[in-house]
């Protein structure tokens, strides 16, 4: 029997778990939960339906998992919590201070209600936590560095957006080659914001409007871009479209840390991705949580979790035995 | 309290161990046994004892984690199910084929016994089986590839030594450059054993051997080195203690895949390690594990694991709470 999926908000993300669970033959699409009139909603999945989010509740004993798709900003905070009380739920909550907060309140959801509820699942948080963990674990006496890109930063467009006179705006977060050459060398350098990510722009103008100000305004913002290098290019909307429509990211963990009883050798763990999709990726990264989560509560457990807490194995739709067998 | 731990076995992977528990404060070393007569055994632990083999198991209220650092060949099979019924175990069995049979046999010891007995603990199998699973579940539309190197090879090196004329070698795994990034493109290459990897030696021969054949023999040398391109050369014993006497490694576990509803985006995971010791790093992963090993079983879990069956937040000295604010 396939593990019953529901997703709730069926945007970017939503859109990237439909299409993971078509690579996973052991999951099955039950149905979309969106705010909008579910008639407006044209999913992808044939045999799957969109329902209201106020139907959501009803569905309770058709739904093994619910993926929440909803931003960390306002949606996560109450919908995780809300639907951890129905399902098992796993969501993909990024705003990093505000992480044990969020898991007090899914945990007390989840273990009062018996569900399990797997919180900040994605590549970061997600798979590079993990990566971080596990080499912290392992090189006890390190130093972490995380670098992101080369990807679009959505938060990083929308600043560029709102400034009077942009049209629309892409903005790629790149790491420094450099910076990561000089990380990998064991060197353990300490490294400013400048040093390690430049932000390149790509800005539609509206016409007539002022673009040394608008340069002026991008790479002076603060928080943003005032302690980055930052080049801005002015293009016009159809290259825009032509040449920046995809939602490409990724980034490197790497940990460097010393061993011996003189601290005499020195070693280097690296984790790498480099996506065409961010939000099919990070979709592809929850949908296995889901299995994780379905799992684990077969077995009885209840409760938040994070990816520290879940043993690999849960993720994956194989046994034990063909994991052994073929993948150590 | 500290976890007390036992190392059995005392050369090169027990070196390691006795390093990596001096860089974790919550462990703390309570003897070695040794084959040996324990006079002549000298380690670098001032607290700790060394014991024969024989004593272990009068010690089995003393330690809590055993840690079998024997070879896979002939002790490990023996050794971790017969010590599994005294202590919780950790061993870095890394005979991939015999696997299974292992892993039951050490399941049955430690069931039987109350312990937790893990396996196959290191890098490869190990961390980079757990990076292989975790690419797997994540894209399961796609293709793995793992290269060695650059990195010493210990039983291309022996099998080196073995040649009549020879005295001494040293041979190192090389990955080939361009069939890595062929790799990370996302062609998805079929490549040959040719093609990923090419072999160096470096040779000391015995005065008035015949060069020529030594060499032709390596080359041609079947399951070893027929399969590659290898390179030899003849250098002095003094420049072999030189330049050769470390025993560094590493290498790359890359999974390549597709997502989307067309597969229209391909997306890397790449996992890397460079190591000026594998026998350090290989210990320092196996210390992690055997904190896991006795928070598992303190918690009343039993029987075999390997690295897929162990939630990360074990390998951890730190706190869940700590890991979530600092890690994730």
């Given at each position: 029997m396939s593990i019953r999926i529901g997703i709730l908000g069926y945007g970017n993300l939503g859109r990237g778990v439909e299409c993971a669970i078509k690579h996973n033959p052991d999951l099955e699409l039950v149905g979309v939960f969106t705010r909008?009139?579910?008639?407006t909603v044209q999913i992808l999945t044939k045999t799957a339906k969109v329902y209201s989010v106020d139907d959501a509740e009803k569905m309770k004993d058709q739904i093994d998992v619910m993926i929440l798709c909803g931003?960390?900003?306002?949606d996560l905070p109450e919908q995780t919590p809300k639907y951890a009380q129905w399902f098992n739920v796993v969501d993909s909550f990024d705003t990093h201070k505000k992480i044990p907060e969020h898991f007090a309140n899914v945990d007390k959801a989840a273990s009062e209600n018996g569900h399990v509820g797997i919180i900040s699942?994605?590549?970061?948080?997600g798979m590079f936590s993990l990566n971080r963990m596990y080499a912290n674990a392992i090189l006890t006496n390190g130093k972490d560095y995380t670098f992101w890109g080369k990807g679009v930063s959505q938060g990083h467009s929308d600043a560029i957006r709102r400034i009077k006179g942009v049209k629309d705006g892409k903005q790629y977060t790149i790491p420094v080659e450099s910076a990561l050459e000089a990380v990998r060398s064991g060197k353990n350098p300490e490294l400013t914001t400048r040093e390690k990510h430049t932000r390149e722009c790509f800005v539609v103008a509206e016409e007539g409007a002022d673009l040394a100000r608008i340069e002026n305004e991008i790479k002076t913002?603060?928080?943003?871009?005032?302690e980055y290098d930052t080049t801005v290019h002015f293009i016009s909307e159809e290259e825009l479209k032509r040449d920046h429509s995809g939602i490409p990211h990724g980034g490197f963990v790497i940990r460097t840390g010393k061993t011996g009883w003189n601290d005499e050798n020195s070693h280097v763990i690296e984790y790498s991705l480099k996506l065409d999709s961010n939000p099919e990726f990070t979709s592809s990264v929850i949908v296995a949580y889901a299995r994780a989560a379905y799992r684990m509560n077969q077995e009885g457990q209840k409760g938040c979790k994070t990816v520290f807490d879940?043993?690999?194995?849960?993720?994956?739709?194989?046994s034990g035995e063909e994991l052994r067998k073929h993948l150590l």
């Open positions: 909008r009139d579910p008639e931003g960390s900003a306002t699942v994605g590549w970061d948080p913002m603060p928080n943003y871009f005032d879940v043993a690999p194995a849960y993720l994956s739709a194989q």
